[in-house]
């Protein structure tokens, strides 16, 4: 049985090619997301890039084969910008850096490793952050993706001592919150015109996000 009857998704831009919304915490990417935005409005509903089913924040969804197929592309090309809002406990070193790993998915454990040598099934994974603010021992970051790999985000910083807060599978002791990993931007061009599409949005001020002043005043980010 569908976890989301009832349930509906903000959705913050749509026309005749795609769909702007906030996913869900808690609810598939693919799947769950496509059922629900068929229910609220109708058509066809094509998943194009993921997010973890406990992360929530922007996505984009194709309303049909032809921009699911342009915009997989920009993905695959990477001409399509995906940023990040994280809690790490801990802060990094360096207030900003660029994080380079390479990285092996176990399927049969759904989870990712920082490896040390290239070998069957291990892809190079890259980002960069910038911490914005400081409370107490927990850093808020931001993070830009060069790659989409399996928890990239969450194994990279947990690989150096900073696991995302309530992210249990790579370490994280706090359990008083769902991963605080939240998709904050994208930026791409629209499949059909060519026009420059930006969307921002931020995670709801409750635990760990309200820690933060940033969260609870945008306007001054």
Known sequence: MS???????????????????????????????????????????????????????????????????????????????????????????????????????????NKSYVVKRQRRGVRQAELEYRLLERAGENCLLKVRLHTGRSHQIRVQFASRGLPLLGDAKYGSKERRCNIALWSCRLAFSHPGNGKTMEFSAMPEPKFPWDSFELIKSPEEE
Do not use: N, W
């Open 3 to 109: 976890r989301v009857i009832d349930v509906r998704t903000e959705i913050i831009y749509k026309d005749e090619a795609l769909i702007v919304c906030l996913k869900l915490p808690g609810l598939d990417s693919q799947e769950g997301m496509c059922s629900l935005l068929r229910e609220q409005l109708g058509g066809e509903v094509f998943c194009v890039h993921r997010l973890d089913r406990e992360v929530g924040g922007l996505m984009v969804y194709a309303r049909s084969s032809a921009a699911a197929a342009a915009l997989s592309a920009a993905i695959s090309g990477q001409q399509f910008s995906k940023e990040y809002l994280a809690v790490t406990g801990g802060c990094p070193e360096a207030p900003e850096g660029l994080m380079r790993d390479l990285l092996y998915r176990d399927a049969s454990k």
